[in-house]
T-cell receptor
Framework: RKEVEQDPGPFNVPEGATVAFNCTYS??????FFWYRQDCRKEPKLLMS???SGNEDGRFTAQLNRASQYISLLIRDSKLSDSATYLCAVPSGGGADGLTFGKGTHLIIQP | GAVVSQHPSRVICKSGTSVKIECRSLDFQATTMFWYRQFPKQSLMLMATSNEGSKATYEQGVEKDKFLINHASLTLSTLTVTSAHPEDSSFYICSARDFRGGLAYEQYFGPGTRLTVT
């Protein structure tokens, strides 16, 4: 099983809809999880951090399911500007390590 | 969030030459920085961890003699791709951890350097 797995998509979603996608991780000892947003040919930008059961920031909600080892990202009232690739990341080992990224989920919001 | 810069943003070089990429934390001190590489349609892959004042830690499969890392100050890490070849063409991105907020696990990325070796 790969360390961090994501459905690559693309997810084609009409503007205003709610969309959710998951990220599964293999290391059951992981304590922190991150969602990054990456636009084409740009660097990843931190969207949300998850250290316990979940986190919410405006239209974005991240939830952690430790039993099934996945985190989800929910986007409500999607905007055209939400179109991007969403990367899930988990620390590679202990807290001082770099991140292991999934391949990303490509989201396209359609007008 | 913390601000990380990289220079240059884009570089084209000939095969066999060396290229240096700088990564700076602009508004905070970073004892640890990370270097990643991203090939087209692939995810970011961690190359190495850069530690201020000590040797870098390289991931398995990354040649330390080819990718030289220097972290001489708390705000600057450099990656030098030595004797570059076309297969080294990639998007190189650095990140740094900002400890000021108490949560030391969050990493902030620089804008990346697109390297093309001809």
């Amino acid at each position: 099983r790969k360390e961090v797995e994501q459905d690559p998509g693309p997810f084609n979603v009409p503007e205003g809809a709610t969309v959710a996608f998951n990220c599964t991780y293999s290391n059951s000892a992981s304590q922190s999880f991150f969602w990054y947003r990456q636009d084409c040919r740009k660097e990843p930008k931190l969207l949300m951090s998850v250290y316990s059961s979940g986190n919410e920031d405006g239209r974005f909600t991240a939830q952690l399911n430790r039993a099934s080892q996945y985190i989800s990202l929910l986007i409500r009232d999607s905007k055209l500007s939400d179109s991007a690739t969403y990367l899930c990341a988990v620390p590679s080992g202990g807290g001082a390590d770099g991140l292991t990224f999934g391949k990303g989920t490509h989201l396209i919001i359609q007008p | 969030g913390a601000v990380v810069s990289q220079h240059p943003s884009r570089v084209i070089c000939k095969s066999g030459t060396s290229v240096k990429i700088e990564c700076r934390s602009l508004d905070f001190q970073a004892t640890t920085m990370f270097w990643y590489r991203q090939f087209p349609k692939q995810s970011l892959m961690l190359m190495a961890t850069s530690n201020e004042g000590s040797k870098a830690t390289y991931e398995q499969g990354v040649e330390k003699d080819k990718f030289l890392i220097n972290h001489a100050s708390l705000t600057l890490s450099t990656l030098t791709v030595t004797s570059a070849h076309p297969e080294d063409s990639s998007f190189y991105i650095c990140s740094a951890r900002d400890f000021r907020g108490g949560l030391a696990y969050e990493q902030y990325f620089g804008p990346g350097t697109r390297l093309t070796v001809t």
